[in-house]
């Protein structure tokens, strides 16, 4: 295992598109995080999910982003009707059962861009 | 990330002790974390104190917390210019705006 991947690792979109983003995680790790960062600012959490629920959601997530985790295993993150306000670093991370309260890996994260 | 809050720039020269400061509002974790950000770079964890100790050392690296005060630090000791990065303080998965170092030659 080579650590979390996210994929693609650079997106460019026209506004108003749909995007994807996938993120596999740690295989042994069930915990699954998003995060968003914007240029000076740090990861500002979006949601995660504990296997296949999603347990925590920010007000960040507006209706035109869903995450999904069908199987527990790789998550998707959907922003659809793409605003030139997405543009950002959106990271992926994992842990253990126990929590962020273990070491957290993250992605190199994927990097949208809204023209 | 309101509820954590750094210092956005910090420059020393090679050779001296640098010391980045966090204060956090609120922490049910039982860890706090320092991150490490080069350009370009993933996030990397560099070193974490558990939340009941008020001292950690890691080689150059030296964590302080005071709970009292939810303050975190982090000093490096003989910053190196590959030390230049952002460092992100995280009360759990809550992270600060990040501290820029930079260190001149």
């Known amino acids: 295992d080579t650590g979390v991947s996210q994929d693609p690792r650079h997106k460019i979109t026209k506004r108003g598109q749909n995007v994807t983003f996938r993120c596999d995680p740690i295989?042994?790790?069930?915990?699954l995080y998003w995060y968003r960062q914007t240029l000076g600012q740090g990861p500002e959490f979006l949601t995660y999910?504990?296997?296949?629920?999603?347990?925590?959601k920010s007000r960040l997530l507006s209706d035109r982003f869903s995450a999904e985790r069908p199987k527990g295993s790789f998550s998707t993150l959907e922003i659809q009707r793409t605003e030139q306000g997405d543009s950002a670093m959106y990271l992926c991370?994992?842990?253990?059962?126990?929590?962020?309260?273990?070491?957290?890996?993250f992605g190199q994260g994927t990097r949208l861009t809204v023209v | 990330g309101e509820d954590v809050e750094q210092s956005l720039f910090l420059s020393v020269r090679e050779g001296d002790s640098s010391v980045i400061n966090c204060t956090y509002t609120?922490?049910?974790?039982?860890?706090l974390y320092w991150y490490k950000q080069e350009p370009g770079a993933g996030l990397q964890l560099l070193t974490y104190?558990?939340?009941?100790?008020d001292m950690k050392q890691d080689q150059r690296l030296t964590v302080l917390l005071n709970k009292k005060d939810k303050h975190l630090s982090l000093r490096i000791a003989d910053t190196q210019t590959g030390d230049s990065a952002i460092y992100f303080c995280?009360?759990?998965?809550?992270f600060g705006a990040g501290t820029r170092l930079t260190v001149k030659p």
């Open positions: 991370a994992s842990s253990s059962d126990r929590g962020w309260d273990t070491e957290a890996f």
């Open positions: 295989s042994e790790h069930n915990r």
């Open positions: 999910f504990q296997n296949e629920a999603q347990l925590e």
């Open positions: 609120d922490s049910s974790s039982t860890y």
């Open positions: 104190i558990f939340s009941n100790m």
């Open positions: 995280a009360d759990g998965p809550r």
